[in-house]
């Protein structure tokens, strides 16, 4: 637990966020501010720390399960740089520059009914309005939205843990490390001597690469002969070291080592280009790049589908990620659900 001397000048300052985010939380639990109770169950799935912690491939896991046994639900976002503020419907077509990048692949990869906007309750309210047959809505982030009540809350973190164990500015954390939630989440495979003993285990697995146009699907391990054969053809790049293919991974997500991590883990020789979380792709970062073959992830691939010159790119390849959890969870989770 590292605390260096600038997060030690910062304390003072995530003290005072901490007392404001204890009054907050305050008012709402004696009901000097209002919340909102819905007529169907809400399961808020969130994280304490900044940045990614695989809240999107797990909130795709949590709804397929949920279909699995037997419910239908729907899912709410704020939308991160969605344009719009009132509630809007997500479309698995729509523009993420609209809806929001994380929405939008819930939407396409989950397929169950998302909204986006500003206000929660209003949101969830408009969700139920348009398909009236939902009976449990999963709310992407929204921990720290007390004004909408929530009958489960599920909190991520990753191998961070806590961090330095510091409220913002001082430290990576919103909420202090012992918030009470329902369940924790851990998505890595190591244990965290800061995690509850009860935290559930999560792994990202990453099989295949799909061609960003869907005309082909590989074994992960088969992209460097593909691009070897682009090499030989003399499409595209130079040879890389040892006369290896030039493999690109890039990645605009909140924690892009993850993703590389796991095609190093899958035997990618490969150059790690990270990209700023939610990058937009308005500039094409590949156009002045050697390579062979670029690898992305999904959260990039609905904005690079959205664009000609990045739809048509032969380099491009999308690997899938999925959770896999651990199964008392879900057991555990569907009984408190019941209840």
């Given at each position: ?294 690898l992305i992830t999904e959260k990039d691939a609905v904005k690079c589908r959205r664009i000609d010159a990045l739809k048509n790119d032969p380099r491009l390849w999308v690997v899938p990620v999925t959770a896999r959890v651990e199964g008392a969870l879900l057991e555990r989770l569907l009984e408190k659900l019941r209840g």
């Open positions: 637990m590292r605390r260096g001397p600038l997060a030690c000048l910062l304390l003072p300052l995530s003290l005072l966020f901490g007392l404001l985010t204890a009054i907050r939380r305050g008012l709402y639990a004696c009901g000097w501010l209002t919340s909102t109770k819905l007529p169907v169950p809400v399961i808020v799935v969130g994280n304490i720390f900044i940045g990614g912690t695989g809240k999107t491939p797990f909130v795709i896991w949590l709804v397929q399960a949920l279909q699995k046994a037997g419910y239908v639900p729907g899912v709410i976002s704020r939308g991160y740089g969605a344009a719009a503020d009132a509630p809007r419907a997500v479309d698995p077509t729509a523009d993420a520059a609209t809806v929001g990048d994380e929405p939008l692949l819930i939407a396409s990869r989950a397929h169950c009914p998302v909204m986006v906007g500003r206000q929660r309750v209003a949101v969830a309210q408009a969700l139920l309005r348009a398909h009236p047959e939902i009976n449990v809505i999963v709310s992407d982030d929204g921990l720290q939205h007390y004004a909408m009540q929530r009958d489960i809350e599920i909190v991520l973190s990753d191998e961070r843990g806590n961090g330095n164990g510091w409220l913002l500015p001082a430290g990576p954390l919103r909420e202090p490390a012992g918030r009470r939630r329902d369940f924790t989440v851990l998505n890595g495979a190591q244990p965290l001597p800061d995690m509850p003993a009860s935290a559930s285990r999560m792994q990202l697995e990453g099989a295949v690469a799909e061609r960003i146009d869907g005309a082909k699907t590989l074994p992960l391990e088969a992209v460097p002969r593909v691009a070897s054969v682009a090499n030989l053809a003399c499409v595209h790049g130079t040879l890389g070291a040892h006369g290896e293919p030039r493999i690109i991974a890039a990645a605009g997500i909140g924690n892009p080592s993850r993703f590389f991590a796991l095609l190093h883990a899958a035997g990618i020789n490969c150059i790690d280009m990270p990209l700023p979380d939610h990058y937009d792709f308005s500039v094409n970062p590949f156009a002045a790049i050697k390579a062979d073959a670029i």
